[in-house]
Structures are given as structure tokens and as C-alpha cells.
């Protein structure tokens, strides 16, 4: 099935800041991590209702999904998002050792 992918306002922001800190380290592995970002986008509009659920399902009792891409050196990064219909709608980009999502940031 093919997906429309709409990526959050909360999501963009993650990925602004998660840029911006890798940027501040390492110009060229921003654009690599940037990279990485999009091709894991374009991955939801084809390949979204074949990941599985996110770690905090449980807790949010919704049926939040996640991806997980990962950057040349490995390091993981999630998409959590929710499917709608035929819309993939990205809700949050969570890297290494952020915090589990919580209700509060879905609001």
C-alpha cells in the first residue's frame, strides 16, 4: 500500500534540534544524519504498516509505531509515528538515549 507521510510539527522540531547538535560536532555528519532522515521517510510511504510497535504502546495505549534508521557509524534513531487511513503521520523523532515518548509529548 502506498502512504501519504506528514511529519509533525513536534517532529520537525526533533529533527531541527537533532541536526543542529550533530551540526555543532560534525558539519558533515549532519548532512549524512539529514540523509538518513529522508530516506527513512520515504521508507514509511511504502514499507509504514510493516514496522512494528513502539516501546511505549503500552503505555499510551494507542497504536503508535515505530522505524528505526540509522547513521553510518550506527547510531539508531526513531520515527514514531501513526497510521491513519492512507496517511503516515509522524509524531516524533527520538535519537540515542532521549526519553521513552510520553502522553504529553503527543499533545
Do not use: N
Request: overall charge positive; glycine content about 6%.
Amino acid at each position: 500500500m502506498k502512504f501519504a507521510v506528514s511529519v509533525s510539527v513536534w517532529a520537525q522540531s526533533d529533527s531541527d534540534r537533532i541536526y543542529e547538535w550533530i551540526a555543532a560536532r560534525s558539519p558533515q555528519g549532519a548532512v549524512e544524519w539529514h540523509r538518513a532522515f529522508e530516506r527513512a521517510l520515504e521508507k514509511l510511504q511504502s514499507d509504514a504498516d510493516r514496522y512494528g510497535s513502539a516501546a511505549e504502546v503500552a503505555d499510551l495505549d494507542r497504536d503508535i509505531r515505530q522505524s528505526i534508521f540509522r547513521t553510518r557509524r550506527g547510531r539508531a534513531y526513531r520515527l514514531v509515528y501513526v497510521i491513519i487511513g492512507s496517511i503516515v503521520h509522524v509524531l516524533r523523532v527520538r535519537g540515542p538515549g532521549q526519553s521513552s515518548i510520553t502522553g504529553a509529548d503527543l499533545q
